[in-house]
């Protein structure tokens, strides 16, 4: 891929004539420029990256007419489609933008509305779904540092939840056996299920997860686990982690 290489395609969508330019900023990044009449957006796609389930891990240049000269990016996850095209995936976060909202602010969102929890229960709630409050307190106490790693400066900690917040109770999203203290390369690769852990506490790498040892994963890994655990830990194996 050459640096700085661009080029541009345009379609239409929707009635309205979109541009797409992308930029080689280097290897392992890709600008693209998003344009619709006046309104212009861009975004930075780095390999690494997860939009709509895939995990970015090549990028490919088409120029030629019949690829539509986009740019397209390779993934485990999902096979190849025209969603791999970056075109596709600016849209998919253009959106996003749009709205103004992320999941976590519609997780909040939710909360707020909810006519059935107390006020203090939403106060608990909200915390909790940021992984601050009497949840991350709890979670320290429990840990004592990353549970896998042992690591205890308090600055690269992050608590988040076994069974996913979208599908737990409330009192399972307050429960301090439903979390985990995790540094953050750990907690992002147990969040997007490259990672879980057995009923033993040994770690399970998902066969996708090619670069596991690259990001400092390895299948030495533990997790201390007690009995409460293992319900939530059952839930993430079978619905969040990706076994091939």
């Known amino acids: 891929?050459?640096?700085?290489?661009?080029?541009?395609r345009t379609e239409r969508k929707k009635g309205q004539s979109l541009s797409y330019t992308f930029i080689?900023?280097?290897?392992?990044?890709?600008?693209?420029?998003?344009?619709?009449?006046?309104?212009?957006?861009?975004?930075?796609?780095?390999?690494?990256?997860?939009?709509e389930g895939r995990t970015l891990k090549k990028f490919n240049f088409k120029r030629d007419k019949e690829h539509g000269k986009s740019v397209y990016v390779e993934s485990h996850e999902k096979p190849s489609s025209n969603k791999q095209?970056?075109?596709?995936?600016?849209?998919?976060?253009?959106?996003?933008?749009?709205?103004?909202?992320?999941?976590?602010?519609?997780?909040?969102?939710?909360?707020?509305?909810d006519s059935t929890t107390t006020e203090t229960e939403k106060e608990r709630l909200i915390k909790a779904r940021i992984g601050q409050g009497d949840f991350r307190t709890a979670l320290i106490t429990m840990w004592d540092g990353c549970a896998v790693t042992g690591?205890?400066?308090?600055?690269?900690?992050?608590?988040?939840?076994?069974?996913?917040?979208?599908?737990?109770?409330?009192?399972?999203?307050?429960?301090?056996?439903?979390?985990?203290l995790l540094i953050a390369n750990l907690d992002k690769a147990f969040d997007t299920g490259l990672i879980s852990f057995d009923n033993n506490g040994q770690i399970m790498i998902s066969p996708l997860f090619t670069d596991a040892e690259a990001a400092g994963i390895n299948s030495s890994m533990t997790l201390p686990v007690m009995h409460k655990h293992k319900t939530y830990l059952k839930y993430h194996r079978e619905h969040v982690y990706k076994s091939g």
Not at 38 to 43: A, I, K, L, Q, T
């Open 151 to 180: 690591i205890k400066t308090k600055e690269l900690l992050i608590a988040s939840h076994i069974k996913p917040w979208r599908k737990a109770l409330n009192s399972e999203r307050l429960d301090p056996f439903n979390g985990l």
């Open 24 to 51: 080689a900023v280097s290897s392992d990044a890709v600008k693209v420029i998003r344009k619709c009449e006046n309104d212009v957006f861009e975004h930075t796609f780095r390999i690494g990256d997860v939009v």
């Open 85 to 113: 095209s970056l075109a596709n995936q600016i849209d998919i976060i253009y959106e996003i933008n749009k709205t103004g909202t992320t999941p976590v602010e519609e997780d909040l969102s939710d909360i707020l509305r």
């Open 1 to 8: 891929m050459q640096d700085c290489y661009e080029y541009v």
